[in-house]
């Protein structure tokens, strides 16, 4: 049963957390991990949100650094703001190789060429992470940042015979109409919000099939992504425990009603995050899906929700 899995994995993650972390053998005092039941028994673990992470991220800390594969540093607010910095392990990168390879076998095959216009030259960057994941399955992608002028991409995707683009959904747009019509198979918007109106601009431009992927650094840069049904983002629920909370009390809201998304990573050895607010606004489906996928799907996503 995947709540009894993920429970499972629920009590490591919190073991582990107060094992190896100063700051959340603080912040989970008197919680039992063996207590942990149900998803009902999250409500018992503190919320956490980017100014913990920004002023205590390297308390958080849950392997020596020399273990930590990656670190990604973002700002919180604007400019002026303490950045956060996120750390992953090795082990904790190939889980997003993995969640990368299998969702995008939802919208590509063994006959497509990929273009990534995602960051991609330095190591392990998302870029990267998706190129290396396609690979393992014999797919064939490239990257390409910055995605420079539209018209000068349209001819290098007609000239390369890319069937398929990922990519942010404003360069995305930009893009589909400059394109020859059916030219592109399909595209995965990602790293942004995407509003449906956008997404039929982009389809009716070009002839393409459009797929969103939710995901953000804090959830290990995947999160979910649509299968050819379109009805929410399938989660990585081995990898992730998605919450939906009132935006302003911090509540549990009733299933399929719309509030901000609360995550907690499982497995997640350097950093993991405990009932992490992340902001963004959605609804969570639990029903089977059209596609016959039983994975909880979040649907709705309507990006950020304002102070």
Do not use: N
């Not at 005092?29 to 919320?47: H, Q, V």
């Not at 995305?172 to 509003?195: E, I, K």
């Amino acid at each position: 049963m995947l709540e009894a899995a993920q429970m499972a994995s629920l009590r490591r993650t919190v073991e582990h957390a107060l094992d190896k972390s100063p700051w959340y053998r603080e912040r989970l005092a008197g919680i039992d991990p063996r207590s942990l039941d149900s998803r009902a028994d999250l409500a018992r673990l503190p919320l956490m949100d980017s100014a913990d992470m920004a002023a205590c991220g390297q308390r958080m800390l849950c392997v020596p650094q020399g273990e930590v594969a990656r670190i990604v540093t973002l700002q919180t607010s604007g400019s002026t703001g303490t950045p956060k910095r996120l750390h992953f392990t090795r082990a904790d990168l190939d889980g997003t190789v993995d969640f990368f390879l299998h969702g995008m076998l939802s919208l590509v095959d063994s006959s497509d060429r990929v273009l990534a216009l995602l960051p991609h030259s330095q190591p392990d960057s998302t870029g990267d992470l998706l190129i290396r994941a396609l690979a393992g399955e014999g797919i064939r992608c490239a990257g390409l940042w910055p995605p420079g002028e539209a018209g000068t991409l349209a001819a290098l995707i007609r000239r390369e015979g890319y069937s398929c683009v990922a990519g942010l959904p404003q360069h995305l747009l930009a893009l589909a109409s400059t394109l020859p019509f059916g030219q592109v198979r399909t595209m995965l918007l990602c790293s942004d919000y995407a509003a449906p109106a956008l997404r039929s601009r982009i389809e009716e431009s070009c002839g393409c099939e459009t797929f969103l992927h939710y995901g953000t650094t804090e959830t290990g840069l995947g999160g979910g992504v649509e299968c050819a049904a379109h009805d929410g983002c399938h989660l990585r629920e081995s990898d992730l425990l998605v919450e939906i909370v009132d935006p302003e009390s911090g509540e549990p809201m009733p299933e399929d009603e719309p509030g901000e998304v609360v995550v907690t990573t499982l497995g997640r050895q350097a950093m993991p995050l405990v009932r992490y607010r992340t902001g963004d606004l959605a609804r969570l489906a639990t029903s089977p899906c059209l596609c016959g996928g039983v994975t909880a799907r979040l649907c709705a996503i309507a990006g950020r929700r304002r102070p």
